[in-house]
Each structure stands twice: as structure tokens, then as C-alpha cells.
């Protein structure tokens, strides 16, 4: 069955700190994966997403992912985190008919402390 | 441009009633997909439209359906609600052609309450 483990509830992160989020997929064909955020009563945000190609994908507000075929992984990772990522974090793989049928993680909430 | 909006934003209803919610896409995109996100099972996929037909459905009950316009707008009703239908419904539209053209941009949500 189609899935996505994002293995971290919740992260915490001092503010200057480097991130990384993780996600692991189980999909047949070739995956096409995003991450999203939400930020409280907000709708979800594309940060960034992996069609094919170089398997390190660069996102809006500093962020990227590198797609791993072996490991069924694509962990997001910024450098160096600002308080306002504070956020939760989505992990997804398109199915169905035209990849349009997302399937989404649990989310990973990130609190970043000063 | 617009992003896709969503009505109302906030609804309350209750038990055993029906409720309708509207999602306008994001001018030339043809797809519509609506989602459901509750504390307990997180972001789930209900069922998405291209083109005015249903291209594919999650694993919901009947009482779930949809529908789209000619001009992509799309409707989403609940009948016979339940407490559980309590939740976050978020609307997503995308171009919909092909599979690398497909990343779905997402409304504000309506928050539905059943009592």
C-alpha cells in the first residue's frame, strides 16, 4: 500500500541551527513527492517538490531535499532555521490518476527556540 | 493572480444535517482536489475532479460526494452529518495535465463543526 512515515512528532530547534525533516515514502513507480507547510489555521504552502531529474530539489525559504531511491527517503533540510519557520511540516506522495491524489505524512511539528 | 478560495470559512452544524462548501480554483487550472484534516488522521484525500469527471476517489463513505462546474469551480456536500466530520476541509487546484504538472495549490480551508 501507498504511505508516508514522517518518523518526528514534533522537533525543536534552536533559531541559527541547521534542520532536517524526515521522510520516508512507500509507493511502485517512480514517486513524485512534495513537502508542504502549515502554519496555525492556515492552508498548506508548497515548500518544494521531486518529478525526476537531480535528486536534490531547492524550495522557497531556503529549503531543499534530497531524494533518496534506495533508502525511500526525501528529507527536507535548511541550513540554518529563523524563528518564523516555527510550523508543521508535510511530507507527501502523489497517486492515483495524475499524481493528484496526495498522500500525506502524519507532520512534523517544529517549534524553533532562541 | 488568485489563489484558490474557499466558502464559507467557518461553519457550524449539526447532527444529521447537510452542509455544502465551494472552491474556486485558481484561474486556468482544471483540477480540484478536497481534502480532509483532522487531529486524529491527520490530511486525507477525498476525492479529486478534472474537467467536470471524477479522476479518482479515497476511501470515503457515500456520504461524501463532489462535484465541478464548467468553469472548474467545485462543491463539495455532506449529508447525514456526523460528529466525526468535524474538521479542517481544505481545497487544492492544479493545471492537471500530466504527472510533473501536478502540484496542487491549497486554499485557506473551511472549518466545519458538527454538534
Known amino acids: 500500500a501507498q504511505s508516508v512515515t514522517q518518523p518526528d512528532i514534533h522537533i525543536t530547534v534552536s533559531e541559527g541551527a541547521s534542520l532536517e525533516l524526515r521522510c520516508n515514502y512507500s509507493y511502485g513507480a517512480t514517486p513524485y513527492l512534495f513537502w508542504y507547510v502549515q502554519s496555525p489555521g492556515q492552508g498548506l504552502q508548497l515548500l518544494l517538490k521531486y518529478f525526476s531529474g537531480d535528486t536534490l530539489v531547492q524550495g522557497i525559504k531556503g529549503f531543499e531535499a534530497e531524494f533518496k531511491r534506495s533508502q525511500s527517503s526525501f528529507n527536507l533540510r535548511k541550513p540554518s532555521v529563523h524563528w518564523s519557520d516555527a510550523a508543521e511540516y508535510f511530507c507527501?506522495?502523489?497517486?492515483?490518476?495524475?499524481?493528484?491524489?496526495?498522500?500525506f505524512g502524519k507532520g512534523t511539528t517544529l517549534s524553533v527556540s532562541s | 493572480k488568485a489563489g484558490v478560495t474557499q466558502t464559507p470559512r467557518y461553519l457550524i452544524k449539526t447532527r444529521g444535517q447537510q452542509v455544502t462548501l465551494s472552491c474556486s480554483p485558481i484561474?486556468?487550472?482544471?483540477?480540484v482536489s478536497w481534502y480532509q484534516q483532522t487531529p486524529g488522521q491527520g490530511l486525507q484525500f477525498l476525492f479529486e475532479y478534472f474537467s467536470e469527471t471524477q479522476r479518482n476517489k479515497g476511501n470515503f463513505p457515500g456520504r461524501f460526494s463532489g462535484r465541478q462546474f464548467s468553469n472548474s469551480r467545485s462543491e463539495m456536500n455532506v449529508s447525514t452529518l456526523e460528529l466525526g466530520d468535524s474538521a479542517l476541509y481544505l481545497c487544492?487546484?492544479?493545471?492537471?495535465?500530466?504527472?510533473?504538472?501536478?502540484?496542487?495549490?491549497f486554499g485557506p480551508g473551511t472549518r466545519l463543526t458538527v454538534l
Open positions: 507527501a506522495v502523489g497517486a492515483g490518476q495524475a499524481g493528484t491524489a496526495l498522500i
Open positions: 484561474s486556468g487550472h482544471r483540477s
Open positions: 487544492a487546484s492544479s493545471l492537471g495535465g500530466g504527472r510533473s504538472n501536478n502540484e496542487q495549490f
